[in-house]
T-cell receptor
Framework: GAGVSQSPRYKVAKRGQDVALRCDPISGHVSLFWYQQALGQGPEFLTY????????KSGLPSDRFFAERPEGSVSTLKIQRTQQEDSAVYLCASSLRGGRGNEKLFFGSGTQLSVL | GQQLNQSPQSMFIQEGEDVSMNCTSS?????WLWYKQDPGEGPVLLIA?????ELTSNGRLTAQFGITRKDSFLNISASIPSDVGIYFC??????????FGKGTRLSVIA
């Protein structure tokens, strides 16, 4: 596709449920980032992939959060045993070149997660 | 990461007015960025600044990298309804992921 695609757009989960959020980056983009955006806040970094390698996961808030990009394209962010504080918009971004310090990120529309 | 302070937090303006917003930090950065987020969408890069004092335009938008390298401002001239959204400043040190401010929410009254 022409842009970064995320699915689902909306996800409602009961507390304690596991969820999986998908990101299809722009074809050929080396770098992939996940960000979390709480209501009224700016996006906050979660994790970074260069191709299939997860080079930085310093932003993941707990060990309930897990991300993968096994073939260097599609990525999945998994949250186990969801809690209410996990409610946020999860944004995926990709960039053509490698490196965490990329400034030219292309963001998807996000997945809005609501944990009840 | 270092906190970015954006002001104002929100603003309501009449269509046709000029808009000015800024972003400050206690630390020096090499790259300042301005992103815009439309409702229900992800942020989109508007302008990237790489040198102290640099002034860059993108259509009706103009941004400047402060001389002290601790601040940046964004101006929008002759605002139109589609300027509505949240404007984020962000920085990277070159080896760190982008850090975003909390944003300035712009509403335009026709």
């Amino acid at each position: 596709g022409a842009g970064v695609s995320q699915s689902p757009r909306y996800k409602v989960a009961k507390r304690g449920q596991d969820v999986a959020l998908r990101c299809d980056p722009i074809s050929g983009h080396v770098s992939l980032f996940w960000y979390q955006q709480a209501l009224g806040q700016g996006p906050e970094f979660l994790t970074y992939f260069q191709n299939e390698a997860q080079l930085d996961k310093s932003g993941l808030p707990s060990d309930r959060f897990f991300a993968e990009r096994p073939e260097g394209s599609v990525s999945t962010l998994k949250i186990q045993r969801t809690q209410q504080e996990d409610s946020a918009v999860y944004l995926c971004a990709s960039s053509l070149r490698g490196g965490r310090g990329n400034e030219k990120l292309f963001f998807g529309s996000g997945t809005q997660l609501s944990v009840l | 990461g270092q906190q970015l302070n954006q002001s104002p937090q929100s603003m309501f303006i009449q269509e046709g007015e000029d808009v000015s917003m800024n972003c400050t930090s206690s630390s020096i950065f090499n790259t300042w960025l301005w992103y815009k987020q439309d409702p229900g969408e992800g942020p989109v890069l508007l302008i990237a600044l790489y040198k102290a004092g640099e002034l860059t335009s993108n259509g009706r938008l103009t941004a400047q990298f402060g001389i002290t390298r601790k601040d940046s401002f964004l101006n929008i001239s002759a605002s139109i309804p589609s300027d509505v959204g949240i404007y984020f400043c962000a920085y990277t040190t070159g080896n760190t992921p982008l850090v975003f401010g909390k944003g300035t929410r712009l509403s335009v009254i026709a």
